[in-house]
């Protein structure tokens, strides 16, 4: 296929963190614009210390100029092949190298996905995501991946997966059997992902994000708080999403979930304000993107979930489930939604 002319020719590098004098965007004064100008760390910093009724007046306005605040997408996410992996990352239950008790599976049949889509669409979800626990998918892993994809697509949701790296080749398959979003997330800063994973480096995410946007694959990309990260850290993780060309269509923001028998077991909680002050710098960094509440709903208050929706939290993950670990239950997240006003948002952008 032809290539978008909005695509980068050049590969993907990051950028280590900027030094508090060099920053493109004076956040201070309030440039939250949507802009070319790249995001420095010492400005997406700037923007974590705000005072918060501030940083979250400033997000809501962003916000509120390009999507409807009462509104939340609903995206559900399978697992369709768990356990077994090969990566070290620190916060993963999936690790070969954690003793967790996840066990490794088979890649789950075309039949039993078509199921769980069928669900997920009663539910109200639009946007059904797979994961499966690989270091990268080899050729025959795409072909059985790209029949799932044909599966979501042929009930009418938009398909997303998550499958590792990716080369564009695969890419490219993926791309061709339908599939709308690819997810590969950076999970932190340049300067702290080597405290966190040492199987795989951060050039090697780029690359993959990269391979994604040359065949018109949108890329989805957040990140995982509560490592024991710095605020300055975070910033860095947000600069870097931000500062991606375009910036991914979704962003996940993932409050670390603690499974006994991974190295970030015993994490002290990150503050909840924190959490939801990430939400913001998100929104305002990325004006465009849905910015998701992933990985961690389960362990937050519903007031932490509402304060996350004002600061610019506009999609959910739906189900009882985010590929291992718990998530709230559909009449859980219906109750709040109600309580909140809020609706969810169909394919055509029609409340359901």
Request: hydrophobic letters at 40%; glycine letters at 8%; charged letters at 20%.
């Amino acid at each position: 296929m032809n290539v978008p002319d909005t695509v980068l020719a050049q590969p993907l590098r990051f950028q280590r963190p900027v030094q508090p004098m060099a920053r493109a965007r004076d956040a201070s004064a309030g440039d939250t614009s949507a802009s070319d100008a790249p995001w420095a760390v010492a400005a997406v910093a700037e923007l974590f210390a705000l005072p918060f009724a501030e940083l979250l007046h400033r997000a809501q306005t962003v916000h509120r100029q390009h999507f409807d605040p009462t509104e939340v997408e609903l995206a559900t996410l399978l697992s369709v092949k768990t356990g077994g992996c090969p990566e070290d990352c620190g916060y993963c239950p999936q690790s070969a190298h954690h003793p967790t008790g996840v066990a490794a599976t088979k890649m789950m049949t075309p039949e039993a996905v078509r199921e769980a889509v069928l669900g997920a669409k009663a539910a109200g979800a639009t946007r059904f995501c797979m994961g499966a626990a690989w270091r990268a998918p080899k050729d025959r892993d795409i072909e059985a991946v790209a029949e799932l994809v044909r599966v979501v697509k042929d009930e009418g949701l938009e398909a997303c997966a998550t499958l590792g790296m990716l080369e564009q080749r695969h890419a490219q398959a993926l791309q061709q059997a339908g599939l709308d979003y690819y997810n590969h997330n950076l999970d932190t800063s340049p300067d702290f992902y080597g405290d966190v994973i040492t199987t795989r480096d951060y050039q090697d995410r780029l690359d993959t994000l990269q391979h994604v946007r040359q065949v018109g694959v949108k890329v989805c990309s957040g990140g995982i708080v509560g490592m024991g990260e710095s605020r300055l850290q975070r910033a860095g993780l947000i600069a870097q999403l931000a500062n991606l060309q375009p910036h991914p269509e979704s962003v996940p923001i993932n409050d670390l979930v603690k499974v006994p028998g991974t190295p970030l077991a015993n994490q002290p909680d990150l503050d909840p304000i924190e959490f939801v002050r990430t939400i913001a710098v998100a929104r305002i960094t990325m004006p465009t993107a849905r910015v998701r509440l992933s990985a961690g709903r389960r362990q937050m208050s519903d007031e932490t979930q509402a304060l996350c929706f004002a600061a610019g939290a506009n999609s959910i993950f739906y189900g009882d489930k985010l590929l291992v670990t718990g998530n709230p239950d559909v009449d859980a997240d219906r109750e709040l939604l109600t309580r909140l006003g809020m609706k969810a948002v169909g394919l055509q952008g029609h409340a359901v």
